[in-house]
Nanobody, 123 residues
Framework: QVDVVESGGGLVQPGGSLRLSCAASGNIFTVNDMGWYRQAPGKQRELVATITSGGSANYADSAKGRFTISRDNAKNTVFLQMNSLKPDDSAVYYC?????????????????WGQGTMVTVSS
């Protein structure tokens, strides 16, 4: 059994910053891509940023220049530093990870989602 848990959400004023964290735990053999997605009320879930195990990052246009994704492979943790936050960034932010687990001699990969952490940008 594997799991990912997000933390770091909260209320912040426009122009402020927040740092989200997401830790994967359980019977993990390896972790491939990790990423952040968000879903605002009445909208579909959308990509914010992803990062490979080698550190290559990909950002949504809305995140470029303001958000930075990073990871600590030793701790199976991914971070999202969000700066210059806008009210439009308000959403539930979800962590996603592609986690490899060993089942006997078989390595299989699971796409795991966290429960989400709420980010509210408001004055």
């Amino acid at each position: 059994q594997v799991d990912v848990v997000e933390s770091g959400g909260g209320l912040v004023q426009p122009g402020g910053s927040l740092r989200l964290s997401c830790a994967a735990s359980g019977n993990i053999f390896t972790v491939n891509d990790m990423g952040w997605y968000r879903q605002a009320p009445g909208k579909q879930r959308e990509l914010v940023a992803t990062i490979t195990s080698g550190g290559s990052a990909n950002y949504a246009d809305s995140a470029k220049g303001r958000f930075t994704i990073s990871r600590d492979n030793a701790k199976n943790t991914v971070f999202l530093q969000m700066n210059s936050l806008k009210p439009d960034d308000s959403a539930v932010y979800y962590c996603n990870a592609d986690i490899g687990v060993l089942s006997g001699d078989l390595l299989r990969f699971l796409e795991v989602w966290g429960q989400g952490t709420m980010v509210t940008v408001s004055s």
